[in-house]
């Protein structure tokens, strides 16, 4: 798939790899419809600080929230493949093939556009290992399926010598999404996760609420290549700590929690800033949080 160490993800149980000759067809078809349906629903999640969502385009002049469910419909039957190959035990090359065809898909959709390289990686790594585990798996599973499965071909697979991700991981000696997909998620199991469900308590009747707050707790916490590549060093410090500014004062608890998350919003996208790895780990997050048993 289009392709620093960081801590594990403890206490779960590693998936077999073998194949299960009796699990239904239908599996890869779940995984592939909710893992567009997690695409949809961080596309309507707003505000996001400096990112593309059903209300305006962030800090971005070449996208739109059109572009980006287009690209999100055209990956639903590769997350399928990429499922039905994790059931099978397919190695890391052929789940990057399918992973290349679908970013092809995907710039087919948008116009060149890239919507969802990082989504396609990331959630599809998910993908395949929920096609591995099956329905309802234990908390942390996919991420352990993927760490012990994938790590080191995660790693030392083929780079995108000039993708903006991977200059920015050599310039500034970041792991990025490699590494964060090699060490299990850790961001995604230690904050995204928490702080979705967390936020999803204090407002029940409030979900896109619970996604922003997850969104920012990625912020604050992510090496997000995507900063570093748009705001440079300053820029990422500038994110994070505004990011970690907000969860401190209470995130969606306060009554003012829109107007402020709405406040960062705009200024993200006065400096051009735009968070895209954590808006593809809050897809992941959902994700997860959908498939796996709490």
């Not at 596309?43 to 980006?68: E, I, N, Q």
């Not at 000696?173 to 999803?200: H, I, K, Q």
């Not at 995130?251 to 998350?261: H, L, T």
């Amino acid at each position: 798939m289009p392709s620093a160490s960081a801590p594990a993800v403890q206490g779960a149980a590693i998936p077999s790899a073998t194949p299960d000759p009796a699990r239904p067809r239908g599996l890869s078809r779940r995984i592939a419809r909710l893992a567009t349906a997690c695409l949809h629903r961080e596309l309507a999640t707003y505000p996001k600080p400096g990112l593309v969502s059903h209300v305006d385009s962030g800090s971005h002049s070449d996208m739109d929230a059109g572009r980006f469910r287009a690209s999100a419909d055209a990956l639903e039957p590769f997350f399928a493949e990429l499922a039905e190959a994790g059931a099978a035990g397919a190695e890391m090359a052929h789940l990057r093939r399918i992973g290349l065809a679908a970013e092809a898909a995907m710039r087919a959709a948008t116009g060149g556009v890239n919507t969802h390289r990082g989504a396609i990686f990331g959630l599809g790594l998910l993908s395949a290992a929920a096609g591995a585990s099956g329905m309802r798996p234990a908390a942390g599973s996919l991420g352990a399926h993927v760490r012990a499965r994938h790590a080191d071909a995660i790693l030392d697979g083929p780079e995108l010598l000039h993708a903006p991700g991977a200059r920015a991981r050599r310039r500034h000696g970041v792991g990025g999404a490699p590494a964060e997909a090699a060490a299990g998620f850790p961001s995604l199991y230690g904050t995204g996760l928490p702080a979705l469900r967390r936020a999803r308590a204090l407002r029940p009747d409030a979900p896109e609420a619970a996604r922003v707050e997850a969104c920012l707790a990625l912020v604050a916490c992510l090496e997000d290549t995507n900063l570093l590549h748009r705001g440079g060093p300053e820029g990422y410090a500038f994110a994070r700590a505004e990011a970690a500014r907000f969860i401190a004062a209470g995130g969606i608890a306060p009554d003012d929690w829109f107007s402020r998350a709405e406040a960062l919003h705009r200024a993200f996208v006065a400096r051009r800033l735009s968070p895209g790895g954590a808006a593809d780990l809050l897809a992941m997050t959902l994700f997860v949080d959908a498939w796996e048993r709490p």
